[in-house]
């Protein structure tokens, strides 16, 4: 695809029906959504990690601020991080005015992605339902829906009545063992297609000049009098005045390489998908007493998550123990799923902060940025979390939006104090 603008931006293929007829009929190849590169020396700026968050912060340095001379690299391929494990949960029904201000404007820019990068991302605004079993349960819910009405974002309690009203498969039987007493709903949530959203911004990106390289390690990160000079990688040093951080599960092994210390801990978190059914639920429902959550994919499988592991480690195995546990506690809220059968289970790795809230920003070493405690929750976060950081880097400055979430707020004492919307409803 030709060069337009000596930049090495190119213009990608239109996607619509009517080149999808063409092709159908033609038979042509479609072109590949993304060019390969050889690394260059130097790059004005090198994200590390190319899940989501890499590949939307370089979009957003190209499209908002046109800073195109950027890098992302990859140990593995594009995705294969969280991006492309998650449970692909949305949802902006957080507990903190500062985190639903936040979660509140990814989830207005995912409904316009689609629109926006040409590229079907599948949101499905679906309601996010989380159920409570006890009255302190029910008191943190409606604690959110105040928080949230008053930030505008549309979450109210439901009682037992509307909760089977939505979602008639559900035991709401006093006799249940642990009863549904209410619950937060949140017409705004959904699903999406983690993938597509992945493909979409590394599309968008390269299109826009940035190289994305994959199998591409960075195995070590240059700092000369407190600034950052350059990465070295498996495939060679690159020169670079900016490196962001954006390795999640990985984050704190990449951040020691600038020698930068994070209070963050990796926990594997596992999930689980069924053969597919004709579509019965359509809503995601949350249980965070008995630590799982359930949807129903466009496709008709269930897909089930739950909280972390109980241990910090990098293994991405999935176990017995927590198959077992999640279908039990599947069964105390929707006894006729006993028949299903389970096709997969699978684990990715969680960078877990104290206070279950993102650290983005600048570091204590110049040019040297973080985006990453995103624990169970950050594939939301994407697309604000990249508009940010590009800024963040385009001018100098912290974006109001994630002023809260700066690294130094550990050693001031300013948590924000997000675990209550966060532990299990990811
Ligand atoms: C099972 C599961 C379910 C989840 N469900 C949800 C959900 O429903 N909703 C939600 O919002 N979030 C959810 N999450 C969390 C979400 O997936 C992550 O927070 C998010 O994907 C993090 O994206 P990222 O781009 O920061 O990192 P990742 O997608 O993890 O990408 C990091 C990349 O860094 C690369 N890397 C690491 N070290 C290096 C290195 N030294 N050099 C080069 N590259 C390196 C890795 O190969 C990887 O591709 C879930 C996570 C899991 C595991």
């Given at each position: ?52 968050h890499g ?25 294969g ?14 507990l ?39 009255d ?22 439901a ?11 559900l ?25 597509a ?82 579509p ?33 480690s ?19 809220l ?7 059968r ?21 570091t204590?070493?110049?040019g040297f940025?973080v985006d ?23 001018t100098g ?13 550990f ?16």
């Amino acid at each position: 695809m030709a060069d337009l603008t000596g930049r090495g931006q190119r213009r990608a293929a239109r996607y619509s029906a009517v080149a999808l007829l063409r092709h159908g009929i033609g038979g042509g190849a479609w072109p590949r959504a993304w060019r390969t590169h050889e690394p260059k020396r130097s790059y004005q700026v090198v994200i590390v990690g190319g899940g989501v968050h890499g590949l939307a912060t370089a979009y957003y340095l190209a499209r908002n601020h046109g800073i195109t001379d950027v890098a992302v690299l990859d140990k593995g391929y594009l995705g294969g991080g969280g991006s492309g494990r998650n449970t692909a949960i949305i949802r902006s029904n957080y507990l903190t005015p500062e985190g639903v201000r936040f979660y509140d404007r990814s989830l207005g820019m995912y409904e316009r992605l689609a629109a926006e990068l040409n590229y079907n991302v599948m949101f499905s605004r679906r309601g996010h339902l989380t159920l409570a079993h006890s009255d302190a349960s029910l008191r943190t819910m409606r604690w959110r829906a105040e928080v949230n009405k008053l930030s505008g974002v549309d979450s109210d309690i439901a009682d037992p009545d509307e909760v089977k009203r939505l979602v008639p498969f559900l035991d709401t039987s006093a006799g249940a063992r642990y009863p549904i007493l209410g619950a937060l709903y949140h017409p705004p949530g959904g699903i999406i297609r983690h993938d597509a959203v992945v493909w979409g911004y590394a599309r968008a990106a390269d299109s826009l000049g940035v190289h994305l390289h994959q199998d591409t390690e960075v195995t070590g990160i240059d700092v000369v009098g407190g600034r950052v000079s350059g990465v070295r990688t498996n495939r060679g040093p690159i020169a670079t005045g900016t490196v962001i951080n954006c390795t999640a599960g990985w984050s704190t092994l990449v951040s020691a390489l600038a020698g930068v210390r994070m209070p963050v801990q990796t926990f594997p978190l596992q999930a689980a998908v069924t053969e597919p059914v004709k579509p019965f639920l359509h809503t995601v429902v949350v249980s965070g007493t008995l630590h799982v959550y359930v949807s129903q994919t466009d496709r008709g499988e269930l897909v089930f998550g739950a909280s972390v592991d109980p241990f910090a480690s990098y293994s991405t195995r999935g176990s017995l123990e927590f198959i077992e546990g999640l279908a039990g506690h599947v069964l105390e809220l929707m006894p006729s799923l006993a028949q299903l059968r389970l096709l997969r289970q699978w684990a990715g790795l969680c960078d877990m902060t104290p206070d279950f809230a993102p650290i983005m920003g600048s570091t204590g070493v110049d040019g040297f940025l973080v985006d990453v405690g995103w624990g169970t929750y950050g594939f939301k976060a994407g697309p604000v979390a990249g508009e940010a950081m590009a800024e963040c880097v385009a001018t100098g400055r912290t974006p109001e939006i994630i002023a809260a979430f700066g690294l130094d707020r550990f050693e001031e004492g300013r948590l924000v104090a997000e675990k209550g919307a966060a532990a299990v409803g990811h």
